[in-house]
């Protein structure tokens, strides 16, 4: 006779057997199913086709990336066919000496500096030879046919009178931005101010700074009034138009001019040059006694 089980620990042999269940092993697919892993959605694209860049700006970044090549490159070339800026106080020299001017002149007084800088190149203590918004400019200019507005900095200004007295056009120029350069990397602020002042011509036969300041006005560069040094200051553009000795009211006219630029550069208040331009020029044909372009 068999022995019953207790209910609660398994019943009889006769009970009902609860079903086997089996429970899913996990793989290494996903629900999605066999091969489904990775697999996108049907009819829709993948996540790296939908952040790849529209084939426009891929081409306009590979233009862009080939111009910045084509100018490094050009860059370099120039660098290296341009001369060594080395020997520009030996030009100066030797172009002072042609002109009978004294070389080198004396150190470049702070209010002539002042009002060349304010005229001529306003971003002189700030650029690294050349100034990329005037480059611009220019560039603009000879693209739409419009004249020259100018815009060339003291260095490549320097780099004119010393390396490319008769060199004009785009080619000149550009050899101008990178002699420029050049002078910016060798030489300080205070050493391109004196290398420029030595050799710039101010009209009436002048050239260079010491000889302006006595021939004009019988007094040393040191002694200069600010509307003397402001009238000089304008000479450098057109020295020959502007000559206060033949075109005194044009003088006048392009020294107010240098006046309101060192206005606006925060060099003088309104007031300061107004009076700068009501007081005497005390202007002279010849050097003064006792005046020496030293």
Do not use: N
């Amino acid at each position: 006779m068999t022995r019953g089980v207790p209910a609660g620990e398994g019943g009889s042999h006769d009970a009902p057997t609860a079903p086997l269940l089996r429970v899913p092993q996990a793989g290494p697919q996903s629900a999605g199913g066999p091969g489904t892993a990775g697999a996108a959605p049907a009819g829709g694209r993948s996540r790296a086709t939908e952040r790849r860049l529209p084939r426009w700006l891929r081409r306009a970044l590979i233009v862009v990336l080939a111009i910045a090549l084509a100018g490094a490159l050009a860059f370099a070339g120039l660098m290296l066919a341009t001369p060594s800026v080395s020997t520009a106080p030996q030009l100066a020299q030797a172009f002072d000496r042609a002109h009978g001017a004294p070389y080198p002149g004396p150190l470049v007084p702070a209010r002539f500096a002042a009002a060349l800088v304010a005229t001529e190149d306003h971003r002189f203590y700030s650029e690294p030879g050349f100034d990329p918004i005037a480059i611009g400019r220019v560039i603009i200019g000879h693209l739409t046919g419009q004249p020259d507005q100018g815009g060339a900095t003291l260095y490549q200004q320097l780099a004119k009178m010393l390396y490319t007295p008769r060199g004009s056009g785009p080619g000149a120029q550009a050899e101008q931005v990178i002699l420029g350069i050049k002078l910016d990397l060798t030489y300080s602020k205070t050493q391109i101010l004196r290398l420029y002042a030595d050799v710039a011509y101010f009209g009436h036969g002048y050239v260079g700074l010491a000889r302006a300041s006595c021939g004009y006005f019988g007094v040393t560069p040191a002694g200069l009034t600010w509307p003397q040094a402001a009238l000089l200051a304008g000479l450098v553009q057109a020295p020959s138009a502007d000559d206060p000795v033949a075109h005194f009211t044009v003088a006048r006219a392009r020294e107010a001019h240098v006046l309101g630029r060192l206005v606006a550069t925060g060099t003088l208040t309104q007031a300061q040059a107004a009076r700068a331009y009501r007081a005497p020029l005390h202007l002279v044909e010849g050097p003064g006694a006792g005046c020496t372009a030293r």
